[in-house]
């Protein structure tokens, strides 16, 4: 088995496919030492800058003093903690639903979901750029999985009509996390209700920077929750924190509390976690400001993209890939741009299509217009 490995690995590596860790000092922040060396980042997912933010920390602190460190045990045992429970509740009334329910990743979130509603009589339609953890929970859940045409409602709308029996869930993620693009929200909930099936939303990108109070895509849509009746969001990503929520009917939770596993055979989130995401709450909620810098640096890169002749996709959210094609040439460009002093992570096959290797650029409201303008500068330099 090792020599297996250790060729299947040369072979990765001859194909500019590697992937390799690099290792951190300090907080998630635009200026960081990475291996040991100072670099500006511009590829997490903290895009409101409260990863790091004093409150948030100091919310874990306290959490830490009332409960310790870990929840001990599952929710269903005794680690449901009052943190927890509250912390369910403000989710509940920040996204408009009656109950949310807390899980210790987004990837147990999407597999508890889907594995819980669907089985063998069902059907679940994806799509095609749905992100990694919607596809395993389809694979997983036994229903027939059929992915339509990226952000396609008439490529789904076909598969549809092929599957008329059982149940029926769409899934999609609301910003796409590798193209930063939006999916046609009202479209395929016109297609959901029009064929009685289930829409669900993954909003790991959307909420914190999208809708009236960074409410995510739904809400930037003007969705409403009898139209896209389960929703999944992630605490990792511009809440700064860790772990994953569902929000939807009592129904839908209490459901997903008796069947869904990821979320019955697993410890709770620290408690002190879920303290710490809600002071991001209420910081993300009041975040306007926040969100109204993160759109001007948008703009900004996009203008100053777009004046080196750089092939940037269409999205209007911090996620602004540039196109490379081949994987080769995203690993050369990105090398070039460590080599300035600029981390932006090449993303290749196959988390995203053979041929569409790119610099997936993310953008936070904690960059700073020179910083934004030093990428510029950079990639003009070495992929203009
Ligand atoms: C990051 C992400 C997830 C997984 O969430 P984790 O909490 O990191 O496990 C799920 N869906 C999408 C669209 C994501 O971007």
Same mark, same amino acid.
């Given at each position: 088995?090792?020599?297996?490995?250790?060729?299947? &690995?040369?072979?990765?590596?001859?194909?500019?496919?590697?992937?390799? $860790?690099?290792?951190? =000092?300090?907080?998630?922040?635009?200026?960081?030492?990475?291996?040991? $060396?100072?670099?500006?980042?511009?590829?997490?997912?903290?895009? &409101?800058?409260?990863?790091?933010?004093?409150?948030?920390?100091?919310?874990?602190? $306290?959490?830490?003093?009332?409960?310790?460190?870990?929840?001990?045990?599952?929710?269903?045992?005794?680690?449901?903690?009052? !943190?927890?429970?509250?912390?369910?509740?403000?989710? %509940? !009334?920040?996204?408009?639903?009656?109950?949310?329910?807390?899980?210790?990743?987004?990837?147990?979130?999407?597999?508890? +979901?889907?594995? %819980?509603?669907?089985?063998?009589?069902? !059907?679940?339609?994806?799509?095609?750029?749905?992100? /990694?953890?919607?596809?395993? =929970?389809? $694979?997983?859940?036994?229903?027939?999985?059929?992915?339509?045409?990226? /952000?396609?409602?008439?490529?789904?709308?076909?598969?549809?009509?092929?599957?008329?029996?059982?149940?029926?869930?769409?899934?999609?993620?609301?910003?796409?996390?590798?193209?930063?693009?939006?999916?046609?929200?009202?479209?395929?909930?016109?297609?959901?209700?029009?064929?009685?099936?289930?829409?669900?939303?993954?909003?790991?990108?959307?909420?914190? +920077?999208?809708?009236?109070?960074?409410?995510?895509?739904?809400?930037?849509?003007?969705?409403?929750?009898?139209?896209?009746?389960?929703?999944?969001?992630?605490?990792?990503?511009?809440?700064?924190?860790?772990?994953?929520?569902?929000?939807?009917?009592?129904?839908?939770?209490?459901?997903?509390?008796?069947?869904?596993?990821?979320?019955?055979?697993?410890?709770?989130?620290? #408690?002190?976690?879920?303290? =710490?995401?809600?002071?991001?709450?209420?910081?993300?909620?009041?975040?306007?400001?926040?969100?109204?810098?993160?759109?001007?640096?948008?703009?900004?890169?996009?203008?100053?993209?777009?004046?080196?002749? &750089?092939?940037?996709?269409?999205?209007?959210?911090?996620?602004?890939?540039?196109?490379?094609?081949?994987? !080769?040439?995203?690993? /050369?460009?990105?090398? /070039?741009?460590?080599?300035?002093?600029?981390?932006?992570?090449?993303?290749?096959? #196959?988390?995203?299509?053979?041929?569409?290797?790119?610099?997936?650029?993310?953008?936070? =409201?904690?960059?700073?217009?020179?910083?934004?303008?030093?990428?510029?500068?950079?990639?003009?330099?070495?992929?203009?």
């Amino acid at each position: 088995m090792e020599a297996e490995l250790n060729a299947a &690995l040369a072979e990765r590596r001859a194909q500019a496919l590697y992937r390799a $860790r690099r290792v951190v =000092a300090g907080p998630q922040a635009p200026q960081q030492v990475i291996d040991g $060396r100072q670099v500006l980042s511009f590829c997490s997912n903290d895009y &409101l800058g409260l990863a790091n933010h004093p409150e948030v920390i100091a919310a874990l602190r $306290r959490g830490a003093d009332a409960y310790g460190v870990g929840a001990g045990a599952a929710h269903l045992i005794n680690g449901h903690s009052r !943190a927890h429970h509250a912390l369910e509740e403000e989710l %509940a !009334a920040f996204t408009g639903r009656e109950r949310a329910l807390l899980f210790s990743t987004g990837y147990m979130a999407n597999l508890g +979901v889907i594995t %819980a509603l669907l089985g063998k009589t069902d !059907a679940v339609f994806e799509d095609r750029l749905n992100h /990694a953890s919607l596809i395993d =929970a389809g $694979r997983l859940c036994g229903a027939r999985l059929r992915r339509y045409r990226h /952000a396609d409602p008439s490529s789904l709308d076909g598969l549809l009509d092929r599957h008329p029996r059982g149940r029926r869930l769409i899934v999609t993620d609301g910003v796409f996390s590798m193209d930063g693009d939006l999916a046609p929200l009202p479209a395929l909930a016109a297609t959901a209700s029009a064929r009685d099936a289930w829409l669900m939303v993954d909003d790991a990108h959307g909420l914190g +920077v999208l809708g009236r109070e960074g409410r995510g895509s739904l809400d930037h849509f003007g969705v409403g929750a009898h139209e896209a009746p389960v929703l999944m969001g992630t605490l990792g990503k511009a809440f700064g924190t860790s772990g994953a929520f569902v929000a939807g009917s009592e129904a839908l939770i209490e459901t997903l509390i008796q069947q869904a596993r990821t979320y019955v055979y697993t410890t709770a989130l620290p #408690p002190a976690l879920a303290e =710490a995401t809600r002071a991001s709450l209420r910081l993300l909620q009041h975040g306007d400001e926040r969100r109204e810098r993160l759109a001007s640096l948008i703009r900004r890169f996009r203008h100053g993209a777009d004046q080196l002749g &750089l092939h940037l996709m269409t999205s209007e959210t911090p996620i602004q890939p540039i196109v490379m094609g081949a994987a !080769a040439r995203a690993v /050369a460009v990105s090398e /070039a741009l460590l080599q300035r002093g600029i981390l932006v992570t090449a993303i290749r096959p #196959p988390t995203v299509p053979a041929g569409s290797a790119r610099l997936r650029v993310t953008l936070s =409201a904690a960059h700073s217009e020179a910083q934004v303008d030093r990428l510029l500068e950079a990639l003009g330099e070495v992929a203009a």
